[in-house]
């Protein structure tokens, strides 16, 4: 499976040609306008930096190799009060299972750990405000324990939502061996595959 981030949540999945892209966004302070192609496109939930199903052009429909399940979760800590529900992708494909937690915005219950099951990998918010913070999504990583896990939804200037927190202080609950700040916006997961990966930005 190779994994790009596309900038803020946004990322491509692809397996054998086969393209998904989970959580196109628009409008966010600092990225150019997305422009993306995709066999299929996943959104966490509707607002706008997640939701911008438009700028992702559709490719010819053809069998999928990705098998994907969904978690409902809450994009607050109050149940969905403040900022309405949120849905974890969980997805398939090679041998190797990554979940996108989109704006996750609590610690996970179990019944949502079990739900989500064994993964490899996880795309997670880390900046705040909006979503939990570093804390909550080092907290989140040790929960499902997957191998790797690629840090989201935060700030680099001058990219990214202006209110949030940048990556740095989820980067320095773990060991500094365990982070790999990656040449590309790409990789492909292999066995050998672990630890926290960032991604630049094309």
């Known amino acids: 499976m190779k994994i790009t981030w596309l900038g803020h949540a946004c990322f491509m999945l692809e397996e054998d040609g086969y393209r998904i892209v989970l959580d196109p966004y628009t409008g966010v302070e600092g990225y150019p306008e997305l422009h993306a192609e995709g066999h299929a496109v ?3 939930h509707g607002h706008f930096d997640h ?4 700028r992702v052009r559709l490719l010819p429909p053809r069998e999928s190799p990705f098998t994907v399940r969904t978690v409902r ?6 149940g969905g009060a403040l900022r309405g529900p949120n849905t974890i ?7 190797v299972t990554v979940a996108h937690l989109g704006d996750l915005g609590h610690p996970l219950s179990p019944e949502q750990i079990a739900d989500i099951g064994a993964v490899d990998g996880v795309l997670v ?3 705040g405000v909006y979503t939990v913070d570093a804390a ?3 907290a989140a990583c040790q929960a499902l324990r997957p191998r790797f896990a690629v840090p989201m939804h935060y700030r680099h200037p001058p990219c990214g939502l202006p209110n949030v927190g940048g990556v740095e202080s989820f980067l320095a609950l773990w060991p500094e061996e365990a ?9 492909t ?14």
């Open 42 to 44: 996943l959104c966490s």
């Open 51 to 54: 939701a911008a199903v438009d």
């Open 73 to 78: 979760c809450f994009h607050d800590a109050a």
């Open 89 to 95: 992708h969980v997805l398939s494909s090679g041998g």
């Open 125 to 127: 918010p880390v900046g």
């Open 136 to 138: 909550g999504a080092k």
């Open 179 to 187: 982070v790999c700040r990656l040449k590309g916006s790409s990789f």
């Open 189 to 202: 997961v292999t066995a050998d595959t672990a630890g926290v990966l960032v991604p630049s930005f094309p």
